[in-house]
């Protein structure tokens, strides 16, 4: 597999090249949100990178590494124009995977205490990354409701 350039130019006039090779300006919804997208994952990098540093957050990290996952096939899928992707052969946010999350989500909130007030961010350094991804998900759901 040839090694891609980290820069190509071909973006210097406020443009960015699509899966397909479609251009579309730098400032278009999508590229805002697959950029959002981007960003939340390199956080969530973050955050694994911190919890590998604790053993008992061993499956925490598994879950955060198949979120990572998800959020590359989305972002994949949102750089190329919907009529393309099975052309592309794009991986698909599969239901299972959402249904799995989720399901994961609920053992994890069911060994939690219920919340009495909201938790201010900060604390350990690993929380305050935690809310900095919570921050930066909201993010991109507000951004993909208004793009749909």
């Given at each position: 597999m040839k090694k891609s350039k980290i820069y190509t130019r071909t973006g210097?006039?406020?443009?960015?090249?699509?899966v397909?090779?479609?251009?579309?300006p730098k400032s278009d919804a999508r590229i805002m949100l697959y950029g959002e997208v981007d960003e939340l994952n390199s956080r969530i990098g973050v955050?694994?990178?911190?919890?590998?540093?604790?053993t008992q957050f061993a499956l925490q990290t598994v879950f955060l590494e198949e979120v990572q996952s998800g959020l590359f096939d989305l972002g994949s899928n949102l750089a190329c124009e919907a009529v393309k992707r099975t052309e592309w052969k794009l991986p698909q946010v599969s239901l299972a995977l959402?249904?799995?999350?989720?399901?994961?989500?609920?053992?994890?909130d069911g060994v939690?205490?219920?919340l009495k007030n909201f938790v201010l961010p900060g604390g350990h350094e690993t929380a305050?990354?935690?809310h900095l991804c919570r921050t930066s998900c909201?993010?991109?759901?507000r951004l993909m409701v208004s793009y749909q």
């Amino acid at each position: 597999m040839k090694k891609s350039k980290i820069y190509t130019r071909t973006g210097d006039e406020g443009e960015t090249s699509l899966v397909s090779g479609t251009r579309a300006p730098k400032s278009d919804a999508r590229i805002m949100l697959y950029g959002e997208v981007d960003e939340l994952n390199s956080r969530i990098g973050v955050l694994v990178a911190s919890l590998r540093t604790e053993t008992q957050f061993a499956l925490q990290t598994v879950f955060l590494e198949e979120v990572q996952s998800g959020l590359f096939d989305l972002g994949s899928n949102l750089a190329c124009e919907a009529v393309k992707r099975t052309e592309w052969k794009l991986p698909q946010v599969s239901l299972a995977l959402v249904q799995g999350l989720e399901s994961s989500i609920d053992q994890m909130d069911g060994v939690l205490d219920p919340l009495k007030n909201f938790v201010l961010p900060g604390g350990h350094e690993t929380a305050a990354v935690a809310h900095l991804c919570r921050t930066s998900c909201r993010a991109v759901e507000r951004l993909m409701v208004s793009y749909q």
